[in-house]
């Protein structure tokens, strides 16, 4: 567990000190990938503010929420309601202790979660997968491409962290805590949800299709969804209100054609590494059913299946980030040669992601 611990810390230390450098050793303008963009709002800034770093882009709606709580701008515009509450409830926890520094509480909540999924990542594979070097997936996921998203003022380290407490203890046939943990998981997240379904495989594995009272546990999972919808009714007086304030976002079931217009070269390759993601999604869920198990590759499945059908590739490496059984595939490949090669390609890849991120570019 101390092992876990240093390479928590190291990691963090040396992201952030990269962070930082990144953020003042250039003299940038303001991204031009998408026409969207409003460079008057995302305008790099130089500065030694190493919290400010953590927070772009999604991050003031999360924070927004934490302060003011949920509400609606109108039909066709931009609201906080499509962002789900259990981040900005922890956010407004802690801060309570930091003298109302909500971009410091949101960093502290992302760091401590992520330590929290670090150790559930090691007790899964450590107890699930004794022919894994139990150490090798927590590494490879601080290496992908979006792990500063990790320690950013973003929902990913604490449902990363919700979603391996949730596998675990079903693994453990623990259903009262995977339903709980899963309950979490779908108010932190709309994906959260689709927990569900690996859940009710490892449940019918375990009992067929008799009822039993570990069924219950999991109808915590839609019930939090649901709830979420319920919470849109009673407040606002429409149960699908987050679907038509999804769509002004851009996600609507429907092809999201502003990520294919190619005005320069920029969007060029912002799509070409969107596209690198979602093959290799599909590769890797591919694989993760017949290396691993089927519980894995349903969530894979349904998550990458939901992430695309939503009309919009501009996040899919940040949905992929938390699909943690790629992890521990990429630590089952036994030629050191790839696993040499992926890793020195990630690496390159999180350097860029974090220089934009922490530039006010869109990385995901």
């Known amino acids: 567990m101390r092992k876990i611990f240093i390479i928590f810390f190291v990691w963090l230390v040396i992201a952030n000190l990269f962070a930082v450098a990144g953020a003042n050793r250039f003299n940038l303008e303001s991204d031009t990938a998408y026409a969207w963009i409003d460079p008057a709002k995302a305008m790099p800034q130089q500065t030694w503010d190493i919290t ?20 609606f701008a109108g039909p066709g515009q931009l609201s906080n309601l499509v962002f789900f509450p259990v981040y900005a409830f922890v956010i407004r926890l802690i801060d309570v202790f930091v003298a109302g520094d909500a971009a410091l509480a949101g960093w502290l909540a992302s760091a401590v979660a ?6 559930f990542f090691y007790k899964l594979v450590k107890e699930f997968h004794p022919d894994v070097d139990a150490y090798q997936p927590l590494i490879f996921l601080l ?10 003022v973003y929902t990913e380290a604490v449902f990363l962290l919700l979603s391996l407490a949730c596998f675990y203890y079903a693994f453990r046939k623990n259903f009262l805590l995977a339903g709980l ?16 379904v690996p859940l009710l495989w490892q449940y019918y594995q375990l009992y067929g299709v008799r009822f039993t009272k570990n069924f219950l546990p999991l109808m915590m999972i839609p019930a939090g969804l649901f709830g979420f919808f319920l919470f849109h009714y009673l407040r606002f007086g429409d149960a699908l209100l ?28 912002n799509l070409s590494l969107d596209l690198l993601f979602i093959a290799f999604a ?10 691993l198990n089927a519980a894995y590759g349903l969530y894979m499945l349904a998550t990458v299946t939901v992430a695309l059908g939503s009309g919009s590739m501009m996040s899919i ?33 999180f ?4 220089m934009l991120f922490v530039n006010y570019y869109w990385a995901g």
Not at 248 to 267: C, K, Y
Not at 282 to 291: A, D, G, H, N
């Open 52 to 71: 400010s770093l953590h927070v772009k882009w999604d991050s003031y709606w999360h924070m927004d929420i934490a302060q003011n709580g949920y509400s």
């Open 114 to 119: 992520l330590l929290g999924a670090l150790i």
């Open 143 to 152: 290496i992908f491409p979006t792990a500063f998203f990790l320690n950013a």
């Open 181 to 196: 943990f899963g309950l979490a998981a779908s108010l932190t997240r709309v994906t959260g949800v689709l927990l569900f």
């Open 242 to 269: 987050f679907f038509k304030i999804e769509s002004t976002w851009g996600r609507n079931f429907t092809v999201n054609t502003d990520h294919f217009v190619l005005t320069g070269h920029p969007a060029i390759v």
């Open 282 to 291: 599909i590769l890797v869920t591919y694989f993760v059913f017949r290396k």
């Open 317 to 349: 490496g940040r949905y992929i980030l938390v699909l943690f059984p790629i992890f521990i595939l990429l630590a089952r490949i036994k030629n050191e040669y790839i696993k040499l090669g992926w890793a020195f390609t990630s690496i390159l890849l």
């Open 351 to 354: 350097a860029l992601y974090t």
